[in-house]
């Protein structure tokens, strides 16, 4: 189960606070979190080495996004 927990306005230097575990696919490669090359350049996140996709992520213009999974048993 993936969880997020986000804090806003919590902290002096930061207004958002987020962290997030992905935890459904441990052998799945990984890149960490890292500002992503040219064409999105304006995106830090980790990402997905067999999709090229995120779990979660940030832009320079402060915009926020998480994409959590729900499977049935």
């Not at 993936?2 to 230097?13: E, F, G, N, S």
């Not at 490669?29 to 990402?47: C, E, K, S, Y």
């Not at 997905?48 to 996709?53: A, H, K, M, T």
Request: some cysteine; charged content about 20%; proline content about 10%.
């Amino acid at each position: 189960m993936c969880l997020v927990a986000l804090a806003w306005k919590t902290h002096p230097h930061w207004r958002l606070f987020m962290v997030g575990n992905r935890d459904e696919f441990h052998a799945r490669p990984t890149a960490p979190l890292q500002r992503w090359p040219p064409p999105h350049d304006n995106v830090i996140a980790g990402r997905d080495l067999r999709s090229g996709g995120s779990w979660m992520g940030v832009n320079l213009r402060g915009q926020a996004a998480v994409v959590t999974n729900v499977r049935d048993p």
